[in-house]
């Protein structure tokens, strides 16, 4: 299967974004990757759930929205009701992931974990029959245009030979300094997240290179 390309719009001019979500369509993009910051998570405040329902109504493509925020719980519902197609918790940021998961589930969306380059990869082992979605950081969250960590790509390995055992049918995406640099080490990823490397360029040409 060739590889899902998911635009960060992180990356994308926010004063035009339904011209840059027909483009990145037009270029090929599968998805639109959506990230959430809420300033307590991490150290960055981006947008909410009124941009999210925005999105929705011009995007052709399923939003695939990143959440980098404390107690999703409270905001889940909201976010699904918006819009949101996939929607990733990250585990640390909430006292029961499993719980989340499942109530992500429960509304309608697809649920997805993921975790921060710090975390230990076995923290999400036991989550993975709750998601379609294991998103993988090779940045540290909170910014775009950051390098890639290749001393997370062990965690890539490990998440699929844990799918392959336990014969999920979960995605395995990749987020943070993706680019025809890196790809090299994503041969085993479903679906690559990139912001800075398709909207600083021909977005055509950044999506054809990074399905290979
Ligand atoms: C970082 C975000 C990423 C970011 C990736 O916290 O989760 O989605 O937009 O940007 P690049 O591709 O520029 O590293
Ligand atoms: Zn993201």
Same mark, same amino acid.
């Given at each position: 299967?060739? /590889?899902?390309?998911? +635009?960060?719009?992180?990356?994308?001019?926010?004063?035009?974004?339904?011209? $840059?979500?027909?483009? *990145?369509?037009?270029?090929?993009?599968?998805?639109?990757?959506?990230?959430?910051?809420?300033?307590?998570?991490?150290?960055?405040?981006?947008?909410?759930?009124?941009? *999210?329902?925005?999105?929705? /109504?011009?995007?052709?493509?399923?939003?695939? !929205?990143?959440?980098? &925020?404390?107690? +999703?719980?409270? %905001?889940?519902?909201?976010?699904? @009701?918006?819009?949101?197609?996939?929607?990733?918790?990250?585990?640390?940021?909430?006292?029961?992931?499993?719980?989340?998961?499942?109530?992500?589930? =429960?509304?309608?969306? /697809?649920?997805?974990?993921?975790? =921060? +380059? =710090?975390?230990?990869? $076995?923290?999400?082992?036991?989550?993975?029959?709750? *998601?379609?979605?294991?998103? &993988?950081?090779?940045? $540290?969250?909170?910014?775009?245009? @950051?390098?890639?960590?290749?001393?997370? !790509?062990?965690?890539?390995?490990? &998440?699929?030979? $844990? &799918?392959?055992?336990?014969?999920?049918?979960?995605?395995?995406?990749?987020?943070?300094?993706?680019?025809?640099?890196?790809?090299?080490?994503?041969?085993?990823?479903?679906?690559?997240?990139?912001?800075? %490397?398709?909207?600083?360029?021909? %977005?055509?040409?950044?999506?054809?290179?990074? /399905?290979?």
């Amino acid at each position: 299967m060739s /590889k899902l390309i998911a +635009p960060s719009i992180l990356s994308a001019d926010f004063a035009n974004l339904e011209k $840059e979500i027909q483009a *990145v369509t037009a270029a090929g993009a599968d998805w639109l990757h959506v990230d959430v910051m809420d300033g307590h998570f991490v150290n960055n405040i981006t947008i909410g759930v009124p941009v *999210v329902a925005s999105l929705k /109504k011009v995007s052709q493509i399923p939003l695939d !929205v990143h959440l980098m &925020i404390e107690k +999703p719980e409270k %905001y889940i519902r909201q976010f699904v @009701q918006a819009g949101s197609d996939y929607l990733t918790i990250h585990v640390e940021s909430t006292e029961n992931p499993a719980e989340v998961l499942k109530e992500i589930r =429960r509304l309608g969306a /697809k649920p997805g974990i993921t975790l =921060r +380059p =710090r975390t230990g990869v $076995e923290k999400i082992l036991p989550l993975l029959p709750l *998601v379609d979605l294991v998103l &993988i950081m090779t940045v $540290e969250p909170g910014f775009g245009g @950051q390098e890639f960590m290749t001393d997370q !790509v062990v965690k890539i390995e490990k &998440i699929r030979a $844990e &799918i392959n055992n336990q014969k999920l049918n979960c995605l395995i995406e990749v987020d943070g300094g993706v680019s025809d640099k890196t790809l090299h080490h994503l041969s085993q990823v479903d679906v690559l997240v990139a912001g800075s %490397y398709v909207f600083k360029q021909d %977005y055509a040409q950044a999506i054809k290179k990074l /399905k290979g």
